[in-house]
Structure formats: structure tokens, C-alpha cells
């Protein structure tokens, strides 16, 4: 299987004719050369996914696996060499962020290829002939009807066989609860792809509707059945799937090569101590705001009088827009960063549904702002539940988090600036640096009164323990339960919120050190910001325009970018930007 070779074995004959290819324009230096790599892989990529859509298929796997292993040399053999032997520092840090691409999405591939080995027993012989037959579609192959009936009527016949083994509990599932959750989840974009499939044909070849109808009819009900008991007996969801938190622990060594794709040169243990030692600085400051509130030592009561300064209905998006015109109009006043007028003044506010703020019970952002707030047929306990999470001192930090100087901005730049970096995504970049601002923020006295500062307090505390429960939780050591409860009796979560944090963690596509990069991110720039503005080597300004201007990428990265520190073809993270010795705040 192309996946278990090693890149140096796949196409070497292919990869030397691309080396030796002249690109059309014929003006083209090394670093630019580069760059139109990355953007050609970028767009293959997206065909080949889109093509291979079906989630079942091993096929497309091997396929798509193969054209990354045959890139992965070509990178190698068209620019190693030459380039490590200029100065362009540019190129070098493209060619770091393409080769941690490449192996990053076949480490992906390969863990969906083992997911599929492992969820055989729920599949069946059936299964195969139903991704051949929305494979075939993809590929325009001709059809034949009586073919077609027989795929169809197998997997009719099969899914019944296995729906009744394991409604009867006499089907031996030795997998675990995630990895048959994932199953009824392959299964339904396995339905999603047969029902464009079947489209594409029926009623446009007579002979493939007339086989086909009748198997076709029942196939779909039987597959909604199938998942269900997947679900119930397997899973143990017993109410509405949105309600059940399932996530699969990628254990030590999935954090340990995780962590070296995005360049963080500390073990998962001593990421866990770092966000022990931020909580430790947070609950000082949450006790020395709580003393001036007036309530000692108990931060947590003084937190519930926070909560309750909540706005009333209608009044949410008005808010937002306040909070966010003093966050935009502070940092334009300070100088700190340039905000241009575009990014400024166009930016969209939606509110978010009932259903999404499950997930997310708090604000989302980017290009736009989506308000969490509750709606009239919400309970009357889920109401102030969101209320309270939402209030304005809470507000404060999201709202300039998700606009300005926090994402909104970044996404404008994106957009703008070395483009083609979007490709090389990360939380530690995109999400760290949303929150780097409100640590920079909090050292200006943004937070004006103890109230405020309560509120900045959340999140900070919300921060750190993201990155305990989550690191825990992938190491195999906590349920999600254990992490709901420690978001609620060590940030101050209400339980509702807690469960739509950890639901959003483990439910959701997003990777298994998400929720870490938030605070680590943010470690990070604040410590470059150290290196390079409080040494005087740069003036604040330039220093976050120029962060802006270089896109997505590891800090590490970034920071050899902006010191010009060399960078062999075979760099390694060694940045240690936390001084786990000292019992201070940050770095």
C-alpha cells in the first residue's frame, strides 16, 4: 500500500522529470518557483478531495495518497538542494511549511485508511459495491441497470442482516464507541454520495431506472435504520445525536507527532504544567478583583454578580457594535497596529441559531461576527444559561477577539498577503493570535474596572484549562464529562455551556491540539513580541503589521522568518518559549 512506503520509494522517476520541467513563463526564480508549487498542490489537492468524495473509499485514499507521496519528492528534488544553498529566507520557510503539509495530510490519510480496517466488521461485502457505484459515476463509467439492481439489492439484503445482529445484541463489536460513531457517520456520506449518484443516472437511462427503482426505494430507509442502531447499540446515543459527545483519544504519540508538525518543542506533559501555571496567575487576579467587588477571596460569587450584567433581549447586537467600535477605536488611537478602512468599517453581524449554539454557545467571528444570544422558544433555563455566559464584561474580549484587532483583521490580511500561506493553517497562528491581544490588552488596563477584569478573567481561565482538559482527554486520561466538570468548577462555565465547549472539542472537525493553540499561540507571539519590540529591533506596529503580513504559519517558523535565523532542510523545533521553572505569569 502506497500509504506504508516511505516518500523515497513513490515516483523518484517522476518526481526528477518535474525538477527538470521549465515553467511557462521561463522567468520564474527559485522562491517564486516555489510558490506556484504550493498553489498547484493546493488546487490539486482540492480536486482530488473533491473528487474522491466518498469517505469509504480506500481507493481514493491510496490515490490521493500517492499523488502527495509523489509531491513530497518532488519538493525535494526540485528545490532542496539549491534552495538551502541561497539566502532567500522566504522560500526556506515555504518549503518547511510544504513538506509539514504534505506529511501532515498523509498522516490523515493513513489514519482514515486504519479507521475503515477497523470498522470492517460494520460494513460488509455491500459496502464495496456502493462506493464502486458512486466511484463509477464520478468517473462517467457506462452503466449497466441489471448491474446496478444487483449492488443495490445486496446492500438492501446485507445492511437488514446486520441491523437485526446488532438490535438483536447478538453482533460482537470488539471497536470502540468513537470509532462506530464515526462509522454511522461515513455511512451517512456514503448516503449523501449514492443519492447524487443515483440521480445522475435515473430518469436518464431507461434501462438503469428500470432495474434500479425498486431496490433503490427501500435503500434508503435501510440505511437510515442501519445508522440509527449503529448509533443506539454501539454508540450508546439514545436521544438526539446532537446531544451525545463522542470523540476518539489520539493517545501520546499522536499528540507527540501532532506537536512536531506544528513545530512546538514541548511534550504533551509539559503543555498540560504551562496551562496549570496560567491558571494559577488567573485565579490570583480573579481573587484581587473579587476583593475590590467586594466579595474576599470567593471569586467565584463575585463571577455570578458578572454574569447577571447581562443585556436584555434585543440589546445584544447593539452591543457588540459598541464594544467593538472602543476596541477598534483604541488600538487605531494607540498606533498599535494598521486597520484599514476597508477592514474597518465593513465588517457583517448574524445571529447564531439555536442549533449552533450548542456547539458554540459563545460569539464566532472572521469575516463577519455571529452573535450568540437566545431566542424566544428557548427554555427559561437555557435563556439565562446563555445570557449569563454572554454578559457584557464576558462580551468585552469576544467581541475585539472576533473583530479588531482579533480575526476580522487577520482574515483581511489573509486574504491580501501571501495568500497562498492560507494553505499552512494552525490554531497556534490563527487562533493565538486573537488572543495574544487580549494578554496585550490586559497589560494596557483595557479591563478599567474589576468587573471587566472578571470578564477578561474568564477567558484567560477558559484558555488554560483548554489546554489541560483537551491534552487529558487525547492522552486517554479524562471522559468528556471530566472535562465538562472542570470547565465548570474551574473556569465558571454554566453546565450548558461547558457541554457545548467540550461537544464543539471532540464532535466537530477540529484537530486534536485546537483548543491548545489559543493560549500556546498567543505564549508564543507574546514572547517573539518580547524578542523583538521590548529589545527595540522593532516598533510595535511594525511588529504586529509584519505578523499580519506573513500570513499562516507555526511560530517557530515565524519567528526564524522575522530574526533571520538559519534554516537547514531538515529544521526542528527547539523554541522554548515558556520558562517552566519560573512561577510567573506568561513567559
Known sequence: MVLHKTYDVVSREKAMEAASHTLESGTENLGEQLRSFIVEVHEDFKELQKFYSVGLSQNGILEVGEYLARKTNEIVVRFERELFDGDDQQA????????????????????????IENIKPLLGDWVQGLVEFCEGRQKVTPVV????????????????ELTDQISSEKFEWNGSRSSAYQAAQLMEDLRSNLQEAYGFYTGYDPMFTWWTSQPWEELGPRLSAYVSVIRKYLVGITSNKEDAIVGQPIGRNGIVSA????YIAYTPEE??????????????????ASREIGYGSDWRKAQEEVKNMFAEPGQQPTLVHELAQEAIDYVIKQDMV???????????????????QKVNPFFLGGESIIVSYPTNNMSHEDKLMVMRGNSYPFSRSTVFHEVIPGHHLQYHYMARYKPYRRLFHTPFSTEGWAFYWELILWDRDFADTPENRLGMLFWHMHRCVRIIFSLNFHLGKWTPQQCIDTLVDRVGHERATAEGEVRRSFNGDYGPLYQAGYMLGALQLYQLRKELVNTGKMSEKAFHDRVLKENNMPIELLRALLKGEKLGNSYEASWRFYDLEKDHHRC
Open 92 to 115: 526556506k520557510v515555504d518549503y518547511h511549511l510544504m513538506r509539514a503539509f504534505l506529511r501532515q495530510r498523509v498522516e490523515e490519510l493513513r489514519a482514515q485508511y486504519q479507521l
Open 145 to 160: 441497470g441489471r448491474h446496478a439492481g444487483n449492488v443495490l439489492s445486496l446492500a438492501n439484503r446485507g445492511i437488514t
Open 259 to 262: 506537536l512536531a508538525n506544528e
Open 271 to 288: 503543555l498540560i504544567l504551562i496551562g496549570e501555571k496560567q491558571y494559577k496567575w488567573c485565579e490570583a487576579e480573579a481573587i484581587k
Open 338 to 356: 494598521t486597520v484599514p478602512e476597508i477592514a474597518r468599517k465593513y465588517w457583517r453581524t448574524f445571529m447564531m441559531s439555536p442549533a449552533r
